[in-house]
């Protein structure tokens, strides 16, 4: 059997559920492919049996772009990015600090370190609003550029320059390229502020402090707080996006995996199911990893070599492991108010704390040490427990995909060892757990078909962001295969909850017509 669309986009996660429902609003018959029986990927929630109900992997984030927002009118099918929730860097003793925006507080918080953060805060907000206009549309050609493309590059230079004086312009282009850690030490004297900030811009890749470049990726954190405070949950994202697609006129098949994308004479033309169907289309948009998509979908045969070699050399081993535990009762953390409580705590008391958690990924070791993101979603969203129920979500670093011995054996001491690490701020956690699971990259690889389980479909490294992501070659969201698309987190502008690349993706499947 044969169809015939306009439009094929492979995977329902939110970029995947975006830009299909831009092109359906564009008057295009688009079909979504999803080889799971739930849409939102790495973003859908996930249950531990019938009662207890988690974020997806990533359990914080920031709104959406207000222009995605509206343009899909995602508010009419229920979205909104929920309750602004705080930080909290938790301390062995019990001095724990709050961060909130510009703001961090703690009794024994410096006076120095309280006015150097609100300036530092203010200052890398600058520089990552002076970066938008790279971060929101697809990375400019440097050569044979676009109209597009000028308009893109005049804007950041205006922003850097004009926007930005000649101070803070000649301090972002020292800092931009350089390590975190120097940064900070540099800036504060508080050990639980460094580490704090440290862990943010690392995690969820495979970086330390000391790697050169994550100032970068502290950025693109930064970058999110332009369109507001974070919060814990995803409050109907992925049911809004699905309605919001199909209300366009989009045709969401749950699952549907496609085995093979079809290429003849260097032009995709359609899609082959595993039960030997062929789904044909002017156009493919894959919201699946490159490697994936280019080496296992289409195939190294049918692409140049050394854009096959490229690809095949995309580094995106994952590094964070997500630990659910469901619990009979609220969680009292020593010295934790109840307003700390419904936001994130952050176990990452000191930059070498992060640093050493790293050191042990490199070497295939999981660290008896790990930095933790923690979220109890439940004290938010009463429907996600029974009553007087709760449900913490854990985001553990680094938890390396391959391990000396194999995750099968190791993955639930790792786990038990994490919740003793939890229990010394939580006394009371052990005797409130119901049920847990601990999923490794590994099971994430398995369970939402993420090349080696990574968070960002590949690194947020320098030499994989803007005009270098996913590669060079397919980093404007078309590619060397005619007709097909990229608009997955592996693409610019990277990871995280922004829609960004599948509202990019769409307007570049547009911009050429549709066809590629």
């Not at 809004?240 to 549907?256: F, M, P, Y």
């Not at 580094?315 to 108010?337: D, H, Y």
């Amino acid at each position: 059997m044969t169809e015939r669309i306009d439009a094929i986009v492979i995977g329902a996660g939110h970029n995947g559920l975006v830009c299909a429902a831009y092109l359906a609003r564009a008057g295009l018959n688009v079909h979504v492919l999803e080889a799971a029986n739930t849409a939102g990927g790495m973003a859908a929630p996930r249950s531990l049996g019938d009662d207890y109900h988690f974020p997806g992997l990533a359990h914080a984030g920031y709104p959406l772009s207000d222009a995605i927002v509206n343009d899909l009118k995602l508010q009419q099918f229920g979205y909104s990015p929920g309750k602004p929730a705080g930080t909290t860097a938790l301390d062995a003793d019990g001095r724990h600090l709050s961060i909130d925006g510009a703001r961090a507080v703690s009794d024994d918080l410096s006076p120095a370190d309280a006015e150097s953060f609100a300036a530092f805060h203010k200052q890398y907000l600058a520089f990552a609003r002076a970066l938008r206009p790279l971060f929101d549309n697809k990375p400019p050609r440097l050569k044979d550029m676009a109209f597009s493309d000028k308009t893109t590059l005049a804007k950041l230079g205006w922003n850097l320059r004009l926007g930005l004086g000649r101070d803070n312009m000649y301090e972002f282009l020292r800092v931009a390229a350089i390590n975190i850690y120097d940064v900070l030490d540099d800036t504060f004297e508080d050990e639980r502020l460094k580490g704090a900030i440290a862990a943010d811009a690392v995690l969820g890749s495979a970086m330390g402090p000391r790697t050169p470049g994550t100032v970068l990726t502290w950025l693109q954190r930064m970058y999110g707080e332009l369109n507001g405070p974070q919060f814990i949950g995803s409050s109907g994202l992925v049911n809004a996006l699905t309605q919001s697609a199909e209300d366009a006129g989009a045709t969401i098949r749950l699952g549907t995996p496609v085995e093979e994308i079809l290429v003849e004479n260097g032009k995709a033309f359609g899609v082959r199911l595993p039960n030997g169907d062929m789904v044909k289309a002017r156009t493919i948009v894959s919201n699946a990893d490159a490697r994936t998509t280019f080496l296992e979908l289409v195939g190294a045969p049918k692409l140049d070599a050394m854009f096959a070699n490229r690809v095949a050399q995309i580094r995106g081993a994952g590094v964070v492991g997500k630990l659910n535990i469901a619990l009979s009762g609220k969680p009292e953390f020593n010295g934790v108010s109840d307003a700390q409580l419904a936001g994130r705590l952050l176990v990452a008391p000191t930059m070498r704390y992060v640093e050493h958690a790293f050191n042990h990924s490199k070497y295939n070791e999981v660290s008896e040490h790990p930095v933790l993101e923690m979220s109890i979603p439940s004290l938010q969203d009463g429907t996600l427990a029974p009553d007087g129920h709760h449900v913490m979500s854990v985001n553990v670093a680094f938890v390396p995909y391959t391990v000396a011995g194999g995750w099968q054996e190791q993955a639930s001491t790792f786990a038990y060892k994490v919740i003793s690490q939890i229990g010394q701020y939580a006394p009371n956690l052990t005797s409130l757990i119901v049920n847990h699971e601990f999923l490794t990259p590994v099971d994430i690889e398995a369970q939402c078909g993420i090349k080696e389980g990574h968070w960002h479909l590949g690194e947020l490294a320098i030499h994989q962001s803007f005009m270098l992501r996913p590669v060079y070659g397919a980093a404007r969201y078309d590619t060397p295969v005619d007709g097909l698309f990229l608009c997955g987190a592996g693409c610019h502008p990277g990871g995280g909850v922004t829609g960004l690349p599948g509202r990019n993706a769409a307007d570049r499947v547009l911009e050429l017509g549709g066809a590629g």
